[in-house]
């Protein structure tokens, strides 16, 4: 459906050149769910907007559904309706209903009849769960709400395939679930995407091929298994394990406890689980200042997961050579298993090793 060769694209800044895509060569097969992933400034978004020319490239070619779209005689226009996209900041016209906003391509573009557009864009509101807000306008809805009514408009205009830019980025984490739920439907009825995200679970759930990017090129290229369960390059092994940690030693009982719920505030504020802050905060102050209020000292490593988006505790009591919660203040032990997925011991040389997920 899409076959890239070469594909480039130089910046100027003050005269000077940046090279953001390389000489990048690939091939995107009808019904394929590809996932661009990589660190931050690799080209991911420019490759997806150099696809249908958002960008202008440098030097390559793209040849989409058998023609080359980088011909000057090409009518863009044309082919981005067979090429949809949606972007990270939805793009919705502010002055016309959800309903005007999903059917004015349909009737403006294609020339299709009112009625008709209409009642093609009720059934794509209902695919995304947005048709009770038919009639309402853009401002009155939430983030996941907008990007579902994005992505109906994308469907309104009968794509061929769909680039997503990041349509998650600009969500508040609670509302991410609900985006990446319309976009796994889609998946499952066959529709072919490129997906730039920073959802890793997700590209792995969804997709049936990972591009890796770094350094303006595809570094790598495989299945979901292949990139995150065994991956080749340093750089993919390195991407793909990393792992963010907030370290703690606490070697005395009259540690800050304030400064301490700051900073794991900032931690998850970073990361983008805010919504765990106060479940990690309070099994913390439990085990830290009940359970272990008599055990020093401790270290303790407080670890984000970008794989999965998940949180977990290491607290190793040094010099414990048998268990501390079997006879822990019941209260406490309670709240901490109430609020985790699996709590568990382990003695070890160098004292107990206590693990929170």
Not at 73 to 81: A, F, L, Q
Not at 163 to 168: A, N, V
Not at 267 to 282: A, P
Request: proline letters at 4%; one cysteine or more; charged letters at 25%.
């Amino acid at each position: 459906m899409i076959e890239i060769t070469n594909l480039s694209k130089t910046y100027y800044n003050n005269g000077q050149p940046l090279e953001v895509l390389k000489g990048i060569d690939c091939t995107i097969n009808k019904g394929e769910i590809v996932s661009i992933i990589g660190p931050s400034g690799t080209g991911k978004s420019t490759f997806l907007r150099c696809i249908n020319r958002l960008d202008e490239p440098t030097g390559g070619q793209i040849i989409f559904d058998g023609e080359n779209i980088l011909d000057p005689k090409v009518d863009i226009n044309r082919v981005r309706r067979k090429m949809g996209i949606v972007f990270q900041s939805f793009n919705l016209f502010e002055h016309f209903t959800i309903l005007e906003n999903v059917t004015f391509g349909p009737i403006k573009v294609l020339g299709m009849k009112k009625a008709e557009a209409e009642e093609r864009a009720m059934e794509l509101l209902r695919t995304v769960g947005m048709a009770e807000k038919a009639n309402v306008y853009p401002s009155s809805l939430s983030g996941g709400q907008k990007q579902r009514v994005a992505i109906a408009r994308c469907l309104s205009m009968e794509p061929k395939c769909i680039l997503f830019d990041e349509p998650t980025s600009a969500l508040d984490p609670t509302m991410v679930g609900e985006v990446l739920s319309v976009i796994r439907q889609l998946a499952s009825m066959g529709m072919t995407m490129l997906i730039v995200t920073h959802e890793m679970k997700f590209a792995h759930d969804v997709s049936t091929r990972i591009l890796f990017m770094y350094g303006g090129g595809i570094y790598e290229d495989g299945t979901p298994q292949q990139i995150f369960e065994h991956p080749q390059k340093p750089e993919t092994i390195a991407f793909i394990q990393r792992i963010r940690t907030l370290h703690y030693d606490l070697n005395t009982t009259n540690s800050d406890l304030y400064a301490i719920n700051t900073d794991i505030d900032k931690f998850c504020l970073k990361y983008g689980v805010e919504r765990q802050k106060f479940t990690l905060q309070l099994i913390f102050e439990e085990l830290m200042f009940n359970i272990l209020k008599d055990y020093r000292p401790i270290s303790v490593d407080i670890s984000f997961s970008e794989l999965d988006y998940s949180l977990s505790m290491k607290v190793l009591v040094k010099g414990a050579t048998s268990s501390v919660l079997n006879d822990a203040d019941e209260l406490s032990l309670s709240i901490i298993k109430g609020k985790s997925k699996e709590v568990k011991e382990t003695v070890t040389d160098e004292g107990l090793l206590i693990e929170i997920k």
